[in-house]
Nanobody, 123 residues
Framework: VQLQASGGGLVESGRSLRLSCAASDFSFDDWAIAWFRQAPGKEREGVSLIRNTGTTDYADSVNGRFTISRDVAKNTVYLQMNNLRPEDTAVYYC??????????????????WGQGTQVTVSS
């Protein structure tokens, strides 16, 4: 399995970005894909997660601003990020957990990781 994250960039506070995570060689019945982020000097944190069932989780810090979705035909998961804030600045990673459910945004549970995409929000 390979995960390719893309869509990061430099935006002003209040603007939007959409991240994409394309998965290749993907054929699992039960899975979850999550977005994590890591800012300089900080620990990696879970941002959002989507399960094969379509259910989703969000960190409190992004709930109501970010939306995770999937396109099954394209094997791609998206993270729509609206009303971005400077504190959202980080490298964003997508990751796949193909173990049995339940799923949670705990980084040690995830088996495959994308390469990361930088999101920078200026004030």
């Amino acid at each position: 399995v390979q995960l390719q994250a893309s869509g990061g960039g430099l935006v002003e506070s209040g603007r939007s970005l959409r991240l994409s995570c394309a998965a290749s060689d993907f054929s699992f019945d039960d899975w979850a894909i999550a977005w994590f982020r890591q800012a300089p000097g900080k620990e990696r944190e879970g941002v959002s997660l989507i399960r094969n069932t379509g259910t989703t989780d969000y960190a409190d810090s992004v709930n109501g601003r970010f939306t995770i979705s999937r396109d099954v035909a394209k094997n791609t998961v998206y993270l729509q990020m609206n009303n971005l804030r400077p504190e959202d600045t980080a490298v964003y990673y997508c990751a796949l957990d193909w173990g049995p459910p339940p799923y949670a945004m705990e980084s040690w549970e995830f088996d495959y990781w994308g390469q990361g995409t930088q999101v920078t929000v200026s004030s």
